[in-house]
Structure formats: structure tokens, C-alpha cells
């Protein structure tokens, strides 16, 4: 629908049907696998207008990297969070203590006070920054209502895809709440071999947000290894806030970019637990940055943001997502 508006919500066709090719999603994933680029591909075939804001997003990160001190957010964002679990089995009716867990890890891993990033190889080490970026489940619903940041809906879909379907209700999952206040999270069961997905800025806003497997949520409760520790939000929130895959997405070739100037240019995404140096793309000695987050390795083994996308997610908080995160933007109490 080229030129159409982005008012549509989920359950059209697209990556990934509500069941994923016959895959229930019981099984947990052997590796990492993330819808964001599907995602994105159908909706610049679906939206000029998204493929012109994209356009616009670009820019304003690519003038960032260039002059980082137009940051204008100094101090630390605070983001509020609202997650829709939406539930088949009560065994992915996951626990408000799994919530919290993982709003727990995004805290760390966002401030760069997770005690794992003092892992990260001496070469790579002095390129690791804080993103000043925190999460809180919201406490206002968006009409004044005082709330605990969490939506449960029971569905009949035994697992969803990619195709957004599990943000609305008319498909089975739950209606994002305004998307220029919240960052929505929906965990529920994922099929296709996926641990989730995300929503670059620009798009519709009834879609926008992330969805994690609800085994690759938190570090308690249904969370498994090796998805155990919370980084799939992590990663997927890094897309939100505009951060690509750090190789670029381009197969295992070595002409891709995640436009980031301080992160190694590398052929292809890396899995499990690499041994440094993985060297690919003549980027030696100290190869790929294979612990980033915007990687596809096992949660334990990813553990930094480098201050290239530390600057490219605050050009993204003082564009697309400037209305988030700040007091003007804060749900009002009802006078009523």
C-alpha cells in the first residue's frame, strides 16, 4: 500500500504466521533469531511514509555521530514500560517477579553497571559506555488511573509470529498503549524459532514496541538457558531506540554497516559463546565485537553498547522518541 496511512494493527500477512510454519515455539531456540529486519522489509513495502521517516531517522543519527554534543539529554532518561502478557498455558502467564527481573537487568545493562561488561576484552573495553537510559513498569494507565505496568490477557493462539498479531486484541494479544508515552513489551509464546522482535521509530504506533519469547524474558521463572539472563530485551530494545544488527545485515559479506563508526565491520552475525579474537572481514587482531548486545550470542555472552550507539540511541530519544521519557510527555493523574 504504497503512500497508505500507518494506522493498521496487527494480523496481516507477513514474516512469520501466528504459528510459524507448524513450530509451537515449546522448543527453546539452540540460537538467536530476531524479526526485526522481516519486520522492517514489509514495512517499507507497505508504508512510503515509513520509508521517508526512515530516511529522516538516518540523517539526524547520522548528524549525531558527527557532532555528539547535540545531545540533549544530559542527565538519564527514564522510560516507562508497559508489558502485555498475553497468555495460553498458565506456564507463559509469567510472574510479576520475572517482570521485575528483567526490568532489573535493562537497568544494568542500560547504565553499563552490569558486573559482566568488565569481561569485555581489553582492545574493546575503553569503547564501552553508559546509555543513561532506565526502565520503571509505568505506574499511570493513559487515562490517569493509577496501574502496575503490567496487562495479562489469556488468548486461544498457541503461539504467535512475527506478524504482529499479538499487538491486538482483535487478533488475540493486547492494544499497545500510546506509543509516544510507553514503550510497549509483549512476552507471550513465540513459534518460528523466535526470541523476538522489534520496531524501529517511524512506524505505525499501534505496532510499535518489542515481543519476547517468554522463555528469553527476565532471569526467573520460565527463563532458559541460554537465553536466561534478559539480554533478548536488551538487544530488541536497542533496535527500538534505533541500533541495527552490528553487522550490518548483510548476509555473511563484508560491505554491511550498523552505521556505527566504533563498532568492527564483520562478516555476519556470531552465535553461541565465541573465543576472542573471532577475526572476519580483515578486522584483526581483535576482530569481531562479538559481546555486544546488537550481536546474536548467547545471553552470557553478551555484555556492552559501545558510545557510537550510545550517541546514535540519544539522537533517537531527541528525535523519533523525543516525547518519551520526559516530564511533559508523563501520564496526568484524572481531575475527575
Known sequence: ?????????????????INGGGDDGSETPRSRNCATMDVHRQLLARFSSYAQA?????????????NPELAQRPGVTRIP???????????????????????????R?????????????????????????EFFLANVAPNGAPSSGIIRRQTTVSSFGSNDAVKSQ?????????????????VCQLSGGLLGYAQFPGGPAATDGVVI??????????????????????????????????????????????????TPNQGGSNTGTPTFPHVSCSNGPNGDMFMNY?????????????????????????GPRSSIGTEAAAPRQSSS
Open 1 to 17: 500500500m504504497p503512500g497508505g496511512d500507518m494506522s493498521g494493527g496487527g494480523g496481516d500477512e507477513g514474516s512469520g504466521g
Open 54 to 66: 526512515r530516511d529522516e531517522i538516518e540523517n539526524l543519527a547520522l548528524r549525531y555521530e558527527n
Open 81 to 107: 514500560v508497559v508489558v502485555h502478557v498475553v497468555w495460553n498455558t498458565p506456564q507463559q502467564n509469567i510472574s510479576d517477579g520475572q517482570i521485575n527481573s528483567q526490568i532489573d537487568v535493562l537497568n
Open 109 to 133: 545493562d542500560f547504565r553499563r553497571t552490569n558486573p559482566d561488561v568488565n569481561s569485555t576484552p581489553a582492545p574493546f573495553l575503553p569503547l564501552t559506555a553508559d546509555a543513561r537510559i
Open 170 to 186: 482483535a487478533t488475540g494479544g493486547s492494544d499497545a498503549w500510546p506509543a509516544d508515552r510507553y514503550l510497549n513489551m509483549w
Open 213 to 262: 519469547r517468554h522463555s528469553a524474558f527476565g532471569t526467573t521463572g520460565t527463563a532458559a538457558p541460554p537465553f536466561h539472563l534478559g539480554r533478548t530485551a536488551t538487544h530488541e530494545i536497542g533496535h527500538w531506540l534505533n541500533l541495527n544488527h552490528i553487522w550490518g545485515d548483510d548476509g555473511t559479506g563484508c560491505s554491511g554497516t550498523d552505521n556505527v563508526a566504533d
Open 294 to 318: 546488537m550481536d546474536y550470542v548467547d545471553d552470557p555472552a553478551m555484555f556492552m553498547f559501545t558510545a557510537g550507539q550510545v550517541t546514535r540511541m540519544q539522537a533517537c530519544l531527541d
